[in-house]
C-alpha cells in the first residue's frame, strides 16, 4: 500500500503562485509515476502533471505548462506541484495520485490517491 496526503492549499488571488505537496508513504519502492489530477465543483476530474518516480520525467497538461510545474524531492519522497499566475479556472480540488503503470494523464494508470487540497483562486 501507498499512502498520499496533500497539503499547500489555500485562498489566493488571481497572479499567485501556491506550492501543493503530495507526501508520499508506504510501498513506494513500486511506484513508477505520481500525477495530481483537479476537479472543479460540477466538473469532471482533469488531468494536471505528472511525473516518473526515478527518471524524474514530466508531462503537464496543456492548459497549464506555461505557469505550473511538478518536481520531487528525492530525499523526502515529496512530490510537489509549483502553480504560478494562478487564475479563477484552476480553482479545484487538487488530488495526488501514484500508480506502478508509468506516466500518463488518465487517471486510470494510477491506484492510489489522496485525499486531496482545496484551491480557491479569486479575481
Known amino acids: 500500500q501507498v499512502q498520499l496526503v496533500e497539503s499547500g492549499g489555500g485562498l489566493v488571488q488571481a497572479g499567485d503562485s501556491l506550492r501543493l505537496s503530495c507526501a508520499t508513504s508506504?510501498?513506494?519502492?513500486?511506484?513508477?509515476?505520481v500525477g495530481w489530477f483537479r476537479q472543479a465543483q460540477g466538473k469532471e476530474r482533469e488531468f494536471v502533471a505528472a511525473?516518473?518516480?526515478?527518471?524524474?520525467?514530466?508531462v503537464l497538461a496543456d492548459s497549464v505548462k506555461d505557469r505550473f510545474t511538478i518536481y520531487k524531492d528525492n530525499a523526502k519522497n515529496i512530490v510537489y506541484l509549483q502553480m504560478n499566475s494562478l487564475k479563477p479556472e484552476d480553482t479545484a480540488d487538487y488530488y495526488c495520485a501514484a500508480g506502478v503503470r508509468g506516466l500518463g494523464e488518465d487517471a486510470s494508470r494510477y491506484r492510489y490517491w489522496g485525499q486531496g487540497t482545496q484551491v480557491t483562486v479569486s479575481s
Open positions: 511525473i516518473t518516480w526515478v527518471t524524474l520525467n514530466i
Open positions: 508506504g510501498h513506494i519502492f513500486a511506484l513508477n509515476a
